[in-house]
């Protein structure tokens, strides 16, 4: 049976540019290849900002954009759900995560606590295999930006975190570190698309050297200063959202 594609908005912003999702249809059509393009479509969207917080995803009209079935959709918004990129909200739906200034600094801590002691155990030792792929890693992110695949560069910029972890002989850690820069690099995404990861080869670039020079202090103050700019960045975006800075405002008093 010869397949058809479709063409179909995707949920987007009041007063942005519609943006198009291709979901490809078929009666034949494995449902996992389905539930992997409806994922594929809405994770983009997510990582490219495309999407407000707070936004409900409606599962009638992302049913009817994609072309797919209820049952599918809703498996691929838990999945969402799960890996901390959707809010589900029994009897109510689906959300786009709304973070709270204290949301983002509890997630950015969690992350400054973790990667301090990946930095500890890299520091003065990467191996010219380990360098290898992280200046590989640095190149395929500088890449993206130059092809503006934002999604992908977000993507990347995360994976760098998660590839140190890793190298630092931290298995364990991985999974759990993953929850948590998935969750701030979709709070970056949300709040500061604009930037989106335009600094992060530069300043990956930055956290290998200091690495590779052996001294420790240098190394933790270099990630710490890369995760804290990234946390004040998206901060002043949530403030600008929700009203004035009542300390900025009386600061002169």
Request: aromatic share 4%.
């Amino acid at each position: 049976m010869a397949s058809s594609t479709r063409s179909a908005p995707a949920a987007h912003t009041a007063g942005s540019a519609p943006t198009s999702a291709t979901v490809t249809t078929d009666t034949d059509l494995d449902i996992d290849d389905i539930e992997a393009q409806v994922y594929a479509a809405i994770n983009s969207a997510l990582l490219q900002g495309k999407l407000a917080p707070g936004q409900q995803l409606v599962e009638r009209e992302l049913a009817a954009a994609f072309g797919c079935t209820r049952g599918a959709l809703r498996k691929v918004l838990a999945r969402l759900g799960f890996e901390g990129k959707l809010e589900l909200e029994p009897n109510r739906g689906a959300f786009v995560p709304s973070p709270s200034e204290d949301d983002i600094r509890a997630a950015f801590r969690a992350r400054q606590v973790v990667e301090a002691g990946v930095v500890v155990n890299l520091c003065g030792a990467l191996n010219a295999g380990m360098r290898r792929k992280l200046a590989a890693h640095v190149r395929s992110e500088k890449k993206a930006l130059r092809e503006a695949r934002v999604d992908e560069a977000v993507r990347l910029a995360g994976q760098f975190h998660l590839l140190l972890t890793e190298l630092a002989g931290g298995v364990a850690l991985v999974s759990a570190l993953a929850q948590l820069v998935a969750k701030t690099e979709l709070y970056k995404a949300l709040l500061d698309p604009s930037k989106a990861t335009s600094c992060a080869p530069d300043e990956h670039a930055q956290i290998i050297a200091a690495l590779e020079s052996g001294e420790q202090a240098v190394a933790l103050a270099t990630m710490r200063e890369h995760l804290d700019e990234i946390e004040e960045r998206i901060v002043r975006q949530v403030r600008l959202h929700s009203g004035h800075d009542l300390k900025a405002v009386f600061s002169a008093f």
